[in-house]
């Protein structure tokens, strides 16, 4: 019998967590002589994945937001590479996180041991230059959209596209419900982060338009997430909090606020028209906006076209000031009042679900059962 190989696996984010819990079941049905042990959150939790390190401490966005929290980001890094050390993992796994992933990649391939990035860094969107460097540091990139396999290309083969993990979840796929159906007149989503929730939280709240009596529910990513916003809040606002993982609920929205991320692609496959708005410190916002090369931030604005950013299907507030709030709820209101411009989100969203469940004939997990056999 093979020795039993182990997997380690780093998930610094919620969107993050939930991708690499997809994974690690997948693997474990198909290999049962696997084992995984890793730095992640809630849903790795709930797999037989051995956690090792809960990463919520240290899920942060902004400069100015990872610099007060720099001790416990050094102090996690510490422990990956004590554990990596001692341990010798057979693979690492990387998922996104990429500031904090890439030292560990670094320190991964001075010891030899082979480093597969699942969910590759925004370098087609900001600081191209990197990308080089970022190969060079581990040995196989899988990534979620097909334009970044292209882009990849250029600098290395050992590149895959292997399908955006949330076409994956059935719960999600089937849970779209008629528009007129759904109870729900507006979805707040601030955010997973506890920067992102205090910057966004509130200018979210102010779009609301009290004289039309909406339904509205605020959606929490997970238990850190909700208690940041039950602090933040007045005690009558507790009431409107759902778990932003009750898919049944999110789908009962007939439209959403939300923050950049992943959660833009969830409302797309859950048919919900969407206004993204989002703020960062004042100082973090002016290094971002030097950097960044594409002109929208919102994942869903990036799929379509022929290139990057080539046809955004949604709007974007970034930074919004209080004439912009006037505009959302313009644009909020358009949403509910007018069936053909409705109906534009839901024929481009379409689309964007059919881009994203094609799959080339590697896996993520074939690809990782390739590298450990070939690396023994």
Same mark, same amino acid.
């Given at each position: 019998?093979?020795?039993?190989?182990?997997?380690?696996?780093?998930?610094?984010?919620?969107?993050?967590?939930?991708?690499?819990?997809?994974?690690?079941?997948?693997?474990?049905?198909?290999?049962?002589?696997?084992?995984?042990?890793?730095? &992640?959150?809630?849903?790795?939790?709930?797999?037989?994945?051995?956690?090792?390190?809960?990463?919520?401490?240290?899920?942060?966005? &902004?400069?100015?937001?990872?610099?007060?929290?720099?001790?416990?980001?050094?102090?996690?890094?510490?422990?990956?590479?004590?554990?990596?050390?001692?341990?010798?993992?057979?693979?690492?796994?990387?998922?996104?996180?990429?500031?904090?992933?890439l030292k560990v990649a670094r320190y991964a391939k001075s010891l030899g041991i082979p480093v597969l990035f699942y969910v590759?860094?925004?370098?087609?969107?900001?600081?191209?230059?990197?990308?080089?460097?970022?190969?060079?540091?581990?040995?196989?990139?899988?990534?979620?959209?097909?334009?970044?396999?292209?882009?990849?290309?250029?600098?290395?083969?050992?590149?895959?596209?292997?399908?955006?993990?949330?076409?994956?979840?059935?719960?999600?796929?089937?849970?779209?419900?008629?528009?007129?159906?759904?109870t729900i007149d507006l979805g707040i989503f601030p955010g997973s982060r506890e920067s992102e929730i205090k910057s966004n939280?509130?200018?979210?709240?102010?779009?609301?338009?009290?004289?039309?009596?909406?339904?509205?529910?605020?959606?929490?990513?997970?238990?850190?997430?909700?208690?940041?916003?039950?602090?933040?809040?007045?005690?009558?606002?507790?009431?409107?909090?759902?778990?932003?993982?009750?898919?049944?609920?999110?789908?009962?929205?007939?439209?959403?606020?939300?923050?950049? &991320?992943?959660?833009?692609?969830?409302?797309?496959?859950?048919?919900?028209?969407?206004?993204?708005?989002?703020?960062?410190?004042?100082?973090?916002?002016?290094?971002?906006?030097?950097?960044?090369?594409?002109?929208?931030? &919102?994942?869903?604005?990036?799929?379509?076209?022929?290139?990057?950013?080539?046809?955004?299907?949604?709007?974007?507030?970034?930074?919004?000031?209080?004439?912009?709030?006037?505009?959302?709820?313009?644009?909020?209101?358009?949403?509910?009042?007018?069936?053909?411009?409705?109906?534009?989100?839901?024929?481009?969203?379409?689309?964007?679900?059919?881009?994203?469940?094609?799959?080339?004939?590697?896996?993520?997990?074939?690809?990782?059962?390739?590298?450990?056999?070939?690396?023994?």
């Open positions: 019998m093979k020795d039993k190989k182990n997997i380690f696996i780093i998930a610094g984010e919620s969107s993050g967590d939930q991708h690499a819990a997809a994974y690690i079941n997948e693997h474990l049905k198909l290999n049962t002589n696997i084992s995984f042990s890793a730095f &992640g959150q809630s849903e790795i939790k709930k797999t037989n994945a051995s956690l090792i390190y809960d990463t919520e401490e240290i899920s942060v966005v &902004g400069i100015i937001e990872v610099i007060s929290k720099y001790k416990k980001i050094m102090a996690a890094f510490s422990a990956a590479k004590k554990y990596i050390y001692e341990n010798k993992p057979s693979l690492i796994v990387l998922v996104d996180y990429v500031e904090f992933n590759a860094p925004q370098v087609w969107a900001w600081r191209e230059k990197r990308s080089k460097k970022f190969i060079e540091s581990i040995d196989y990139l899988a990534v979620i959209f097909p334009f970044e396999e292209i882009f990849f290309k250029k600098y290395t083969n050992n590149v895959s596209y292997v399908g955006h993990p949330l076409n994956n979840r059935a719960d999600l796929i089937s849970s779209a419900k008629n528009y007129q159906s759904r939280l509130f200018i979210m709240l102010d779009c609301i338009q009290k004289n039309k009596e909406e339904k509205i529910a605020i959606f929490y990513a997970d238990e850190t997430s909700k208690s940041i916003i039950e602090k933040l809040l007045p005690d009558e606002y507790h009431k409107y909090l759902i778990s932003g993982k009750n898919i049944n609920q999110v789908s009962n929205c007939k439209k959403a606020l939300c923050a950049s &991320g992943t959660i833009t692609l969830q409302l797309a496959i859950l048919d919900i028209p969407m206004v993204i708005m989002y703020k960062l410190s004042y100082i973090s916002y002016l290094i971002m906006k030097k950097l960044i090369t594409v002109k929208y931030i &919102g994942l869903v604005n990036l799929i379509l076209g022929s290139s990057i950013g080539d046809k955004p299907i949604v709007k974007e507030f970034i930074q919004p000031s209080y004439n912009d709030q006037v505009d959302i709820m313009v644009e909020l209101n358009n949403i509910d009042n007018d069936e053909n411009y409705r109906n534009e989100f839901f024929k481009n969203y379409e689309e964007i679900r059919r881009i994203l469940s094609a799959k080339p004939s590697e896996s993520l997990v074939s690809i990782a059962e390739r590298i450990i056999n070939t690396s023994e």
